[in-house]
């Protein structure tokens, strides 16, 4: 899978470019906005890990004009300014995601995986957590190998933990996945699923857990080795 | 209500006591003249044509000084007018907005000196501003991109006790890194906040993402909000810091297995309470001073997380408050401002 590094910090550039081949990725890099333009021109790529402060200008922009030509790149934008404005400014352009610098290689990778699992995007089939893995296209759920069969909104729910595992999943946005427009959910449905989901997954010998945060939402993540 | 600075008053008093002087002077010495002129004649005759002269003239003193001290304040009042659409400007500047050229325009001669030293003063001013506003962001990635190849790059290099150790140094360099800008970036923003902020939105966010942190270090994390909207007066930049740093304080510091809870009431009062050690009373005063670290500091900390906070709490006009828990433990009210 082709992904392209726009970075003009060449020795960050070489760190990123190893950690996303060690993870299985095909990464090409551009030290600056022609250099992208050009590779963007000519292959075809998956995903863009794109600074936003390059030396021949600003990394909004190649967005923007990626964007207006209709391009739906998975666009990942690293930035060294935290302040919310910037943040925002790169989610309007049209960028999925964003890191600031310094940041963790494992989260990047993470990160990148998660944009390329989007629906409809390129990692479109499998969900993975500890030994539990979700197949979002045949809807086919494996414990360590062995299939395990879900309940619909039992399955909608592990599902949508999955696509964010390891970071909270508000109530509201699981009632969304859960449940259509249309449908009027009881008051309880959220908590129901999940006590029948937590039941069947351990029973099952799965070694993720739900964690529930009262009055945040849930976090689906490998449990946690006690010491 | 007279104001004893002003113009008009120093004018007042001046003219009325000429005026007493110019009167007394005047009849004594025209009471003299007399005296000299009617030697010879009777006295009482010509004090009698005196009487008669001050008679008739001696309306005309008041309404003399009447006329003067109006036609002066007059000429005070129309040519100092100007000086208001001034105070109206500067009025409306503000750290940041470049400082618009002041208006001369009817200004009196004595004062437009002034005016454009006033004017180049706050010039130099934005200029210096503005120096120290881009140094903040200028810092933000000169310092970020090295750390990030520097962290990259350890984490590249093969496990071992020296490699895991190093990189939690550079974790904790970051995160100094990361609060000494945020700090540079909240002073260097205005002074004076307009704007409102949905708090149950942005505390239900800032502790969601503080998720991952409290299940790694196992503590139960809950929110309870009394109303389904809460505005504050604030921005998303500015409220954020407050209670990220706060919460992320509570997590690091209750007892592992214990519950950090956050309460937010609808009248926009948010109260953090953790299990940790506490904060001793005597120390409670100094925990926003910056750099400061207390009796009970964690060992990675740099004590900037609770300056952030006060600061941004002088700014939008909350208060904060930190009290001792019944059974062991902080617990930190912020009452933000609606």
Redesign the interface.
Known sequence: MRILVVEDETKLAAHVCAGLRDAGFCPDHAPALSDAQTLLATVSYEAIVLDLALPDGNGLDLLRKARRNGSSIAVMALTARDAIDDRVAGLDAGADDYLIKPFAMQELIARVRALLRRPGAVLGEKLCAGNVTLDSRTRMVEIAGGPLALPRRELLTLEALMRRAGRVVSKDMLLDQIYELDEQPPSNAVPVHLHHLRRTLTAAGADVEIVTFRGIGYMLSERRARD | MIDRTSLQFALAWRLTLLLFVVSIAAIAGLRWYVCQASAGYQTDVAHAVLLEFFANIVWAIPVVGALTLAMAIWAIRSSLAPLGVLSEQLCRMTPGNRPVNLSRRALPGEIVPLVAAVDDALSRLHAAYEVQRHFA?NA??EL??P???????L??MPEDKMTCSLRED?VRL?RIV?QL??LA?IESGPVTISGSVDLTRLV?EV???A??L???R?VN?????QASVCNARG???LV?PIVRNLLENAILYTRPGSEVS?TLSASGMLTIDDRGPGIPAEERSRIFDRFWRGSQARANGCGLGLAIVKEVIDRIGATIDVNERAHGGTRFSVQFAT
């Open positions: 962001a933000a990635h970020r991109t750390l990030a190849v520097l962290r990259s790059g984490e590249r550079a970051s990361a800008l945020e970036r239900t502790a969601a993402a998720g991952p409290a299940y790694e196992n994390l809950t929110l309870q909000s921005t998303t930049g954020e956050l």
